[in-house]
């Protein structure tokens, strides 16, 4: 079944108003996730936020996925590549990115996220062989590094550079992300089955891993402060993971795959302007160059895979 399986069966141009206000939601709420993680890491383990950000993030699309049949048994079959795709898409991603928003600036660490769709070509050029290597390809490529490096600032060492254990964790998890965009597309795409179905699939998998190897003592911690643990049921678990998958298969249903991914450029510039505005982090203007490199890579690369 197909992602327009989401959609109603109208005219070409209906239902396009309300996929775009979806496309700009699941930009703010994507990118607000990094002042959440921020809230909750002064309370609770970066384990313990993904833990619970899963189950909150689960329960609904669970409720979903039951309402509209989308479950079978049969595809239990392909448990091992749900697995995969559980570890790369959630369990490790969601971790890398709380340790490193946990060390960063909630700010920065939404910039960095930017940098997703270049270790997706990375790794589709190393695995699927489908990317041409030319300059369009390369000069992306290295637009997207140079604006890391910028935000990174490996070279700068005093107390208002980025901490380095932190920019790893931020590489490391949109490693993971990157890459399972290429397993999704070469091992579970062919598979044909439904979006929802998948998703649930993935992230219940990823419940039992967190759920086996995370630490409780002290995750209450989280629920003895009214903001952090409002962030975290509703903005990292309802909206950050149930909601936004749901509003994900929408975009894709009406826009298309091309255009749909085209709602990784919003989180970077909304977590930027959170920070700034509403929780008072300082911009640099380092980090504004770096932030539109890291766009500019990925608006090349993507400018090129659409024509």
Same mark, same amino acid.
């Given at each position: 079944?197909?992602?327009?399986?989401?959609?109603?069966?109208?005219?070409?141009? /209906?239902?396009?108003?309300?996929?775009?206000?979806?496309?700009?939601?699941?930009?703010?709420?994507?990118?607000?996730?990094?002042?959440?993680?921020?809230?909750?890491?002064?309370?609770?383990?970066?384990?313990?936020?993904?833990?619970?950000?899963?189950?909150?993030?689960?329960?609904?699309?669970?409720?979903?996925?039951?309402?509209?049949?989308?479950?079978?048994?049969?595809?239990?079959?392909?448990?091992?590549?749900?697995?995969?795709?559980?570890?790369?898409?959630?369990?490790?991603?969601?971790?890398?990115?709380?340790?490193?928003?946990?060390?960063?600036?909630? /700010?920065?660490?939404?910039?960095?996220?930017?940098?997703?769709?270049?270790?997706?070509?990375?790794?589709?050029?190393?695995?699927?062989?489908?990317?041409?290597?030319?300059?369009?390809?390369?000069?992306?490529?290295?637009?997207?590094?140079?604006?890391?490096?910028?935000?990174?600032?490996?070279?700068?060492?005093?107390?208002?550079?980025?901490?380095?254990?932190?920019?790893?964790?931020?590489?490391?998890?949109?490693?993971?992300?990157?890459?399972?965009?290429?397993?999704?597309?070469?091992?579970?795409?062919?598979?044909?089955?439904?979006?929802?179905?998948?998703?649930?699939?993935?992230?219940?998998?990823?419940?039992?891993?967190?759920?086996?190897?995370?630490?409780?003592?002290?995750?209450?911690?989280?629920?003895?402060?009214?903001?952090?643990?409002?962030?975290?049921?509703?903005?990292?678990?309802?909206?950050?993971?149930?909601?936004?998958?749901?509003?994900?298969?929408?975009?894709?249903?009406?826009?298309?795959?091309?255009?749909?991914?085209?709602?990784?450029?919003?989180?970077?510039?909304?977590?930027?302007?959170?920070?700034?505005?509403?929780?008072?982090?300082?911009?640099?203007?380092?980090?504004?160059?770096?932030?539109?490199?890291?766009?500019?890579?990925?608006?090349?690369?993507?400018?090129?895979?659409?024509?």
């Amino acid at each position: 079944m197909s992602t327009n399986a989401f959609s109603a069966k109208r005219g070409p141009t /209906s239902g396009l108003g309300g996929a775009y206000a979806a496309f700009a939601l699941l930009g703010l709420v994507w990118g607000s996730n990094f002042v959440f993680t921020k809230w909750a890491a002064a309370l609770i383990s970066p384990a313990q936020i993904v833990l619970l950000r899963v189950i909150f993030g689960f329960l609904p699309l669970l409720v979903v996925a039951l309402a509209t049949r989308s479950l079978s048994w049969r595809d239990w079959r392909h448990a091992h590549h749900f697995l995969v795709m559980s570890v790369l898409a959630m369990a490790f991603y969601y971790f890398a990115f709380a340790e490193g928003t946990a060390l960063l600036l909630s /700010s920065v660490a939404g910039m960095l996220s930017g940098a997703v769709p270049i270790f997706t070509f990375i790794t589709a050029v190393a695995i699927l062989r489908e990317e041409p290597i030319n300059a369009r390809t390369i000069g992306g490529t290295v637009l997207g590094f140079l604006g890391v490096l910028l935000i990174a600032r490996p070279w700068n060492h005093d107390v208002a550079s980025a901490n380095l254990a932190g920019v790893f964790w931020m590489i490391a998890g949109s490693f993971s992300l990157g890459f399972s965009f290429v397993y999704a597309r070469k091992f579970v795409s062919p598979l044909k089955l439904m979006p929802l179905a998948l998703t649930t699939y993935q992230i219940g998998l990823a419940l039992a891993i967190l759920a086996l190897t995370t630490p409780f003592r002290g995750i209450t911690a989280v629920f003895g402060d009214g903001r952090a643990s409002m962030g975290l049921v509703i903005g990292l678990g309802l909206c950050g993971t149930g909601l936004a998958y749901i509003l994900y298969y929408r975009i894709v249903g009406r826009l298309g795959a091309i255009a749909a991914s085209g709602v990784t450029y919003l989180p970077p510039i909304v977590a930027l302007v959170i920070g700034a505005a509403l929780v008072g982090e300082p911009v640099r203007g380092l980090d504004l160059v770096g932030m539109a490199a890291i766009l500019a890579g990925v608006a090349v690369l993507q400018w090129g895979r659409s024509k």
